[in-house]
């Protein structure tokens, strides 16, 4: 089984929906992150959380929310989508490991495609 | 303002050849550089850089990271055409450890 999912896969929606995408890791990570992708502009992060009670914005929080259930699970509503939104959505998780480095190598669910019409 | 610049921004090669893809970066409080692999599917981890001159191996593809001139090299020899992709670099820094990214180097391998 993979160790970060995503759901749904693929989505299309119309605009003023509300829409959830979620995330589920069994890593046993502290760290999740919601990114988006688009072409041209690279990976650009939405929110990011250390741990249960910590949740930060990202470059690009307008329009977006979230929430952290647990540690395994991490939540990106959209709660009015519009056409702009389309992108691929990725969740990806980290953790400190024993490295004084504190390096923080992500890794990341499979993606979902959203489509905002 | 922190920045990871990747180069070039997209390569066609033959199979068979050696390419060399770069990433400069000019990040606070630098910890370490990541290079991932993304196919048409979700970014996979190649390597992680924190010490200069140490090359990272794993099998045709290496890295380096020279820390003072702020750059590392992710070389591929005997390309094939699974190594199409689009190359992803990333830098770890600041205080709260996120990831600053490049927007990526797509490598096309023909055969």
């Known amino acids: 089984d993979a160790d970060v999912t995503q759901t749904p896969r693929n989505r299309i929606t119309k605009t003023g929906k509300r829409i959830m995408l979620e995330c589920s890791q069994t890593?046993?990570?502290?760290?999740m992150y919601w990114y988006r992708q688009d072409p041209g502009l690279g990976l650009r992060l939405i929110y990011y959380?250390?741990?249960?009670?910590?949740?930060n914005k990202g470059e690009i929080s307008d329009g977006y929310s979230v929430s952290r259930q647990a540690q395994a699970k991490f939540s990106l509503s959209l709660e009015s989508a519009i056409p702009n939104q389309t992108a691929l959505y990725f969740c990806?998780?980290?953790?400190?490991?024993?490295?004084?480095?504190?390096?923080?190598?992500?890794?990341f669910g499979p993606g979902t495609r959203l489509t905002v019409l | 303002e922190d920045k990871v610049v990747q180069s070039p921004l997209s390569l066609v090669v033959h199979e068979g050849d050696t390419v060399t893809l770069n990433c400069s970066y000019e990040?606070?409080?630098?910890?370490?550089l990541l290079w991932y692999k993304q196919e048409k599917k979700a970014p996979t981890f190649l390597f992680m850089l924190?010490?200069s001159g140490i090359e990272k191996k794993s099998g045709r593809l290496s890295s380096i990271l020279d820390k003072k001139e702020l750059f590392s090299i992710l070389n591929i020899t005997a390309t094939q055409t699974g190594d199409s992709a689009v190359y992803l670099c990333?830098?770890?820094?600041?205080?709260?450890?996120?990831?600053?990214w490049g927007l990526g180097t797509s490598l096309a391998v023909n055969p």
């Open positions: 990806a998780t980290s953790d400190l490991g024993g490295s004084p480095a504190y390096t923080d190598t992500q890794y």
């Open positions: 890593k046993g990570h502290d760290r």
């Open positions: 959380s250390f741990d249960v009670k910590d949740i």
């Open positions: 990040v606070t409080n630098f910890r370490s």
């Open positions: 924190t010490s």
């Open positions: 990333a830098c770890n820094a600041g205080n709260n450890r996120k990831l600053i």
